[in-house]
Nanobody, 133 residues
Framework: QVQLVESGGGSVQAGGSLRLSCVAS????????MGWFRQAPGKEREGVAA??????SYADSVKDRFTISRDYDKNTLYLQMNGLKPEDTAMYYC????????????????????????????WGQGTLVNVST
């Protein structure tokens, strides 16, 4: 059974840090590009960061504050979030897409502009992050 399970969300004051984790199972982890998305109340889901074997990419709103990484031995994706702001409050989702669906290094076409066939995607259930002033 293909599955992504997120953890690490919680409540934190502005300026604080959290680390999200996403454990993958049921598929060949190394052949998938991974990413983090978020959805704030009343807003559409948006891409936060993505990672593949060639590198990483970040949305402008989180650049220099968030770091995405992955551990192939543990089949785990991480998102280190520093300098959190109230506008970072959202449900955070881990997602995966087969790397063959993307051109090499073209992460933006998936997590930012959503041009990849969504039927190929795998999604977790989400973990809630709440940042207070």
């Amino acid at each position: 059974q293909v599955q992504l399970v997120e953890s690490g969300g919680g409540s934190v004051q502005a300026g604080g840090s959290l680390r999200l984790s996403c454990v993958a199972s049921g598929y060949t982890y190394s052949t998938y590009t991974m990413g983090w998305f978020r959805q704030a109340p009343g807003k559409e889901r948006e891409g936060v960061a993505a990672i593949d074997s060639d590198g990483t990419s970040y949305a402008d709103s989180v650049k220099d504050r968030f770091t995405i990484s992955r551990d192939y031995d543990k089949n785990t994706l991480y998102l280190q979030m520093n300098g959190l702001k109230p506008e970072d409050t959202a449900m955070y989702y881990c997602a995966a897409v087969p790397s063959f669906a993307l051109s090499a290094g073209d992460l933006d076409s998936w997590y930012l502009t959503r041009q990849v066939d969504r039927r190929l995607e795998i999604w977790g259930q989400g973990t809630l992050v709440n940042v207070s002033t």
